[in-house]
């Protein structure tokens, strides 16, 4: 399944992508930020090397370290001589919340006038943040799926989600191209009963960039939501990435 670009005609691919309006290392910067930003890397936690960063952007290492520095300007990592570069601990503002909307209708539209293709399936242990929401151990494997959905062949959005390995094990990639996850969870008789929704933004990495037609650190909406069964035990973390010009959230404001 897809992954990391690793041939030169995939790395060709981003550098034709990028903006070229702004910097290489101000659109590596903005990856980073988003990723810091999101506790992808969590506070303490080491940076990759700069040499692996530079083969994951392609790009130069002086280029990395032109980012890193403006990263080390805003007092988001510290650098640490001959050990490595590692996280600040941020400060995080209270989170607005916001009512869940009727889901299931809104999904039956998007798999009506969409279709879905998986680009990673696999098994696997969850990152940090997504452990969190499930309470799990960091050797309790989820499924984990990629999937872009596709409106008249042009991609919109791409969709990752994660499932507790007990669940996953009942299906696999070919039920889940071009249908919906929804649908195939109630077939085993899981249900959402209820759930948590968080939107905000996020910068395209170099992967999705790729996947979805845009620049590297161009700005996407982002959608995470964890559903609950009638149990309240969590059953799914879905992530919706999507550049705005593809996808909308639209909220019906009644009398109140």
Request: proline share 7%.
């Amino acid at each position: 399944m897809a992954g990391k670009p690793t041939s030169s005609k995939e790395r060709a691919l981003l550098l034709a992508r990028r903006r070229r309006d702004i910097p290489l290392h101000h659109q590596v910067f903005l990856v980073l930020q988003d990723e810091i930003a999101e506790r992808r890397y969590a506070p303490g936690e080491a940076l990759p090397p700069e040499a692996e960063l530079a083969t994951l952007f392609s790009v130069s290492r002086v280029t990395i370290r032109a980012a890193l520095d403006t990263l080390d300007e805003l007092g988001l990592i510290e650098r640490r001589q001959g050990i490595g570069t590692f996280v600040r601990e941020l400060a995080r503002p209270e989170p607005l919340t916001v009512p869940m909307m009727d889901l299931a209708a809104r999904n039956r539209e998007i798999v009506r006038t969409t279709r879905a293709h998986v680009v990673e399936f696999e098994f696997k242990p969850a990152p940090r943040h997504v452990r969190e929401h499930f309470q799990a151990q960091a050797e309790d494997l989820f499924q984990r799926t990629v999937r872009i959905r596709y409106m008249n062949e042009w991609p919109i959005m791409q969709v990752t989600t994660y499932i507790p390995e007990a669940i996953g094990r009942q299906f696999g990639p070919d039920d889940m191209e071009g249908g919906s996850l929804y649908a195939i969870l109630q077939r085993f008789g899981i249900t959402f009963a209820s759930g948590e929704q968080i939107v905000t933004a996020a910068a395209a990495d170099p992967i999705v960039a790729a996947r979805l037609n845009v620049a590297i650190g161009a700005p996407l909406l982002k959608v995470v939501r964890i559903h609950f069964d009638s149990a309240g035990r969590p059953i799914q973390h879905f992530e919706l990435l999507a550049p705005p010009a593809t996808y909308e959230l639209r909220m019906p404001l009644k009398d109140f």
